[in-house]
């Protein structure tokens, strides 16, 4: 089983900034695709961003050139740099993370407990 915690969320003006981060631990070999979700109140779960391990990226269109994520395969932990938020941004950040437990394993998926962004002045 994988643990996830994520960190830095909060309340941002328009146009700030904010970077969460998920780090992933617990039983592990290795880690394949890890991203970024959200889920506005009354919305679906929408995918904001993801990373391959080989380091290849794809965004929603709405958050592209405003959003980086990143990843360090050392730490087992996932980054979403936000800038130029807009209140639209709003929502629950969800990290997932497709992983194997051991050699040999299927893959497996987890999810983090979410963390609350706020855009609004």
């Known amino acids: 089983q994988v643990q996830l915690v994520e960190s830095g969320g909060g309340l941002v003006q328009p146009g700030g900034s904010l970077r969460l981060s998920c780090a992933a631990s617990g039983r592990i070999f290795s880690i394949g695709a890890m991203g970024w979700y959200r889920q506005a109140p009354g919305k679906e779960r929408e995918l904001v961003a993801r990373i391959i391990s080989g380091g290849r990226t794809n965004y929603v269109d709405s958050v592209m050139s405003r959003f980086t994520i990143s990843r360090d395969n050392a730490k087992n932990t996932v980054y979403l740099q936000m800038n130029s938020l807009k209140p639209e941004d709003t929502a629950v950040y969800y990290c997932?993370?497709?992983?194997?437990?051991?050699?040999?394993?299927?893959?497996?998926?987890?999810w983090g407990q979410g963390t609350q962004v706020t855009v609004s002045s």
């Open positions: 997932n993370v497709d992983y194997y437990p051991y050699i040999g394993a299927s893959e497996s998926s987890g």
